[in-house]
Every structure is written in C-alpha cells, then in structure tokens.
C-alpha cells in the first residue's frame, strides 16, 4: 500500500487515530473501574457488617440480660432447697432464659451448695446430685468459641435421648450479691443458627467467605463446620486486622479484598471478617472489557470499510469533476453536468459548479425571457383592469339614461353598485377610511333593500370622530352579507340590522354589527367561534397571486376577515359571534388598534 494516495493515508490515519485512543481510553477505564469498583464494595462492606455487628451485640446483650435473671432465684441456690417447690422455681428460671433469646439449646445450672446441677435441653430438665461442677473456670463471666454441646457431666443423658450441636457458650459464676461469694454456676448454649440468621445475608455464601473470630484466635462462625474448634491462623489476619487498632477497615491481600468489622465490650471481643474474592469482584469488568475488546474488532473491521468506501467517494467526484474541467477549458461550454443527489461537500462542490455552468451558459437568454415576462406581466395587469373598468362606464351611462327617462330608483341602484365596483377596484389599498368603509357598506344595504322591497331597517350608531380613522379594508360588507345569506327571514317585517362603531379604552375601536333575524344552533355556534379561535395566520399566504381567477371573493367570510385583522394588527385584533338574548338575532363583535397609518402594498 502507497502512503502517497489518499486512500492510504486516510486508512492509516483513522486507523491510528481509532485504535490508540480506544485501547488507552479501555485500560484506563478497566484500571479505574476496578479501584473505584473496590473502594465503592469496601465501604457498602463496612456498612453491612457495621448493621451485622450492632445486631450481634444486640443478641449478646439480651443473652446478657437474660442470665441475670438467675439472680430471681439466689436465695434458692444459696440454701440448697430439695422440696419441690425450689425446683419448679428454678426449672422455671431455667426455662424462662431459653424463651428470651432465640436459639437458646440447653441452659446449664450447678449450685454448690447441694453439689447439684440441672440441665435443661429444649426445655427437658435433667438433675444429677453429689457431682462436681463441669466445666471450672476462673472467670467470672466469658463467651466461649463455638464446639459441640455436652451434657455437663450429667450421666442420666445418654447418646439415644442427646443431640449434640455445634453452639457457642455464655458461661458466668453466680456469686453471694453483694459479697464476691461464688454460690454457683450458669451456662448457657446458643445454638450457632441464631448467628447464621444475622450473617447470612451479609454476603454471598456460594463465592465469599465469612469469618467471626474471638480474641483467643478461636472461630465462632465459619462456612466450614470442620474449622470450629480448631485455632485459626492467617498472615492476612495478623498483618492487616490484629496489627490495626481501627474497628473497621479494608485491605488486599492473597487476590482477595478483606472487610473487617470489630466488636469490643465487657462481653466479648469478636471480628467480623468478609473475604472477597478480586475474581469474583472483577467478573463483570473483566466481562464488560471482553466485550470491548470485541467492539472494538467489529468497529476496526467497519472502519477499514469505511474508509475504503469513503476514499473511492472522495476521490471519484474529484476526477469527474477534473474530467469536466478539462472539457470546459477546451471550449465545450455547453458540457453536459448530471446532478448529484448526494449531500456531502463534494456533491455540492460539483452541484454548484454545474449551476455556475447553466448560468454563464444561459445568463442572456435569462435576461430576455425576464425582459419578455415582464412585459407580458404588464399587458396582463391592463387587460385585466379593462373589463370593469368598461363595465363601470356602462353603468355610467346606464344611469345617465336613467336620468333622461326620470327614473331615479334606478339611477341611485346603479350608483350604489357602481361605487361598490369603484371600492373594489382598488385592490391595492389594505386600509382605509372607516367613513370609506361605511359608505361601502351603506351602497351595499341599498342594493338589498331593493332586493327585499324594504323589508328589513338599518341603524347606525357611529362615532363621528372615529370617521377618519384608518381600518382594514371590506371587514364591514362580508359579515352584513352573511346576515342577508343565513339570519334574513323573508316572510317577516320590521327585521333590524344595527351597525355601531365607537371607542374603547386604549386607542381600541369596537365594531358590532348586529341583528334580530334568525339565530345560530348553539352547537354550530361553538363550532364556528372555535374555527375562528384557531384561524392560522398564514391562510392568506395560500392566495395564488399568478392565478388568472379573480381572488377578491378569497377575502370574503368570517375566517378572511379575522385572518387579515391579525396579520395587520400582529394578533391583536379579535373578532366574536354571539346569540343575543332570546334567541333574537346575533351579533358580531370586532375590536383591533386604532394606530395603524393607511398604507398600500
């Protein structure tokens, strides 16, 4: 492979550029999950064995309190009582400290003063007289590593009636309260279950290990049942827990994370040790970075494919566009150029270049169609002013006839639809005055009022110093029409259209147009003021300008009208349909800025 080509270059560059920053970003990302990975199991560790520990020593508490309850009966023990009566006090004793703490096996009791012990096992009493106590001790109080339970010397326990299970022992002397006097003995066996239920969730029995160690080296609890009663013994133990005064901590050692946790009272001085296998810690980095190493083959493989891909697209464009170039430079000004449809930088450079090639080619024969389209535009903008205008002066001479022959109701019908025309005409206006506005609307109530043989009054109420105000054009005729298309009854007198333009606070002006003819169903009354509510502003902009079709009637209804206010106004116009009261008639309120200056387009 030539390291001259593109092609080359851009596979060894994206290559490298690939390669050594995934590779660096995956090893320092394994090493520092690991370590945060160690330090966030450390600390969620020692939490967990910090509960563990505080419910040991609540357990090693109750067991504690429960038996101080053999001082209930120190008189009894003190003066060796026989009679029956003692030795239901003192079973019940007895009884009483194996209900208090769970798991309690057998609890232990020697007085010495008859030289008589009782032992009850799950709540079976058994007595023996005359023997020595089992086991001496020099202490007044301790706790003993787990082993297996005895009968204390008892001969009436024999192997068939006897199960031995592996506990761990609170054994106290009874002393002569409030002398040091010992009267007796109590111990009392806790079944290593009721440590097994505090611990076993405190980790995973199929992959960590679990220890609790006395202060003589000695295992309460372990995964193994063979370790109890064997000395333990582990560098890791006396390097990194007995060597440290903290009560908790953490360290590695023998590919393992050891948590400790510590506990030290009157009673006891025990370790909680949780052993972690860095194995078993690691599976799912070790499994995440497996599958990063397999991403990262599968991307190589589509990078070189890429690249591949890429280059032959790069370099392709470049020679056809060299090839192009080579022609035009031989004169071949007209050399045919295909479009591309591609988006890339290339494919524009080459779009452009053909668009620059289409307009230096066609630059003049453009020019001229310009020339021509325009005036085209012009003889059509004249031959569509011709017909009303022609129309106009027909009606002019119509009603000058009318005149000749003394027929003024028709003189003044022509006139009214003459200054209608005459206001239509002028397209060009998008404001006008409100006195324009109303004479319009005045020329068009006379044409109807012919129609309707006067069937129907008009009212106005016009503040006549708003008569110059600027307001949009035709907003008035429309909603006037609609009365005489959908509310008029023909069959009815004294029907009254009322026009009222006044006013508001803030430079408002109100227009209400109402009616007394036939009302709206209040359910297409809903319907229409929610169209009107979500008028689009930009349904004007749907007007084809080109068309050759008269586009004056797109500006006639309620929708038109509401659209041409907001686009003038900027949203600021409102325009609201009501039923009036009783159901006579309706009325249409308009209400827009008065600070918009007359324009044209």
Excluded: C
């Excluded at 505080?54 to 090693?60: A, F, G, I, K, R």
């Excluded at 400290?97 to 010495?112: A, G, H, I, K, S």
């Excluded at 006395?214 to 000395?231: K, R």
């Excluded at 020679?319 to 494919?347: C, F, N, W």
Aim: proline letters at 3%; zero cysteines; aromatic letters at 8%.
């Amino acid at each position: 492979m030539k390291l001259k080509t593109i092609r080359s270059k851009l596979i060894v560059f994206l290559l490298l550029a690939t390669i050594i920053p995934i590779s660096a970003t995956m090893l320092v990302s394994y090493y520092y999950t690991n370590e945060s990975l160690k330090q966030r199991v450390a600390s969620e560790n020692m939490n967990l064995l910090f509960q563990g520990a505080n419910n040991l020593s609540t357990l090693l508490d109750n067991l504690n309190r429960a038996s101080s309850n053999i001082y209930t009966i120190q008189t009894l023990i003190q003066g060796g009582y026989n009679d029956r009566f003692s030795e239901s006090r003192v079973y019940d004793s007895l009884r009483y400290m194996t209900t208090v703490v769970p798991d309690v096996y057998q609890v232990y009791l020697y007085e010495n003063k008859n030289s008589k012990a009782t032992l009850v096992t799950l709540n079976t009493p058994s007595r023996n007289h005359n023997i020595e106590v089992y086991p001496t001790t020099d202490n007044n109080q301790q706790l003993l590593s787990t082993h297996l339970s005895h009968t204390y010397g008892l001969t009436s326990l024999t192997t068939n009636n006897y199960t031995a299970r592996h506990v761990f022992t609170l054994q106290k002397e009874i002393q002569k309260i409030p002398s040091t006097e010992v009267i007796g003995h109590l111990a009392i066996d806790v079944d290593i279950k009721a440590i097994t239920n505090i611990v076993h969730n405190l980790y995973d029995s199929g992959a960590e290990k679990f220890y609790i160690i006395d202060h003589n080296n000695q295992f309460i609890y372990s995964d193994d049942t063979a370790q109890y009663e064997q000395p333990f013994s582990a560098n890791w133990y006396d390097e990194g827990v007995q060597a440290n005064e903290l009560q908790q901590g953490y360290f590695e050692a023998e590919n393992s994370l050891f948590v400790y946790q510590k506990i030290k009272n009157n009673l006891t001085d025990w370790t909680l040790v949780k052993e972690i296998p860095i194995a078993y810690l690691t599976k799912e980095t070790k499994k995440a970075a497996a599958i990063n190493l397999i991403l990262l083959a599968i991307s190589l493989i589509v990078i070189v494919i890429a690249t591949v891909i890429i280059s032959i697209r790069i370099t392709m464009p470049i020679r056809q566009l060299s090839r192009y170039m080579s022609l035009i430079q031989t004169g071949q000004l007209d050399v045919a150029i295909p479009s591309v449809k591609h988006q890339d930088e290339m494919s524009n450079i080459i779009n452009r270049f053909r668009e620059m090639m289409n307009t230096i080619n066609n630059l003049v024969l453009r020019e001229y169609k310009l020339e021509l389209s325009s005036k085209n535009n012009q003889l059509k903008a004249m031959q569509a002013q011709i017909n009303p205008h022609f129309l106009n002066n027909t009606l002019q001479i119509i009603g000058t006839l009318a005149l000749e022959q003394n027929n003024k109701r028709i003189y003044k019908l022509l006139s009214s639809l003459a200054k209608m025309m005459q206001y239509s005409m002028h397209n060009n206006n998008k404001v006008v005055k409100l006195n324009d506005e109303l004479d319009h609307v005045k020329a068009y109530i006379e044409l109807q009022k012919e129609r309707y043989e006067n069937q129907f009054s008009v009212r106005y109420t016009i503040d006549e110093t708003l008569l110059s105000s600027p307001v949009p054009k035709l907003i008035l005729q429309p909603i006037v029409e609609n009365y005489f298309k959908h509310g008029f009854e023909r069959n009815y007198d004294n029907q009254q259209l009322m026009i009222q333009v006044n006013a508001l606070h803030a430079n408002i002006i109100y227009i209400k147009i109402s009616n007394n003819g036939l009302p709206i169903a209040p359910e297409k009354l809903h319907e229409l003021n929610q169209k009107l509510e979500h008028t689009a502003i930009n349904l004007i902009n749907h007007i084809d300008h080109d068309s050759n079709e008269d586009t004056t009637h797109s500006s006639i209804g309620l929708n038109n009208v509401l659209t041409r206010l907001k686009l003038l106004y900027d949203n600021k116009a409102t325009l609201e349909i009501s039923n009036n009261a009783e159901n006579k008639g309706i009325s249409v309120m308009i209400t827009f800025p008065a600070q918009v200056t007359l324009e044209r387009e």
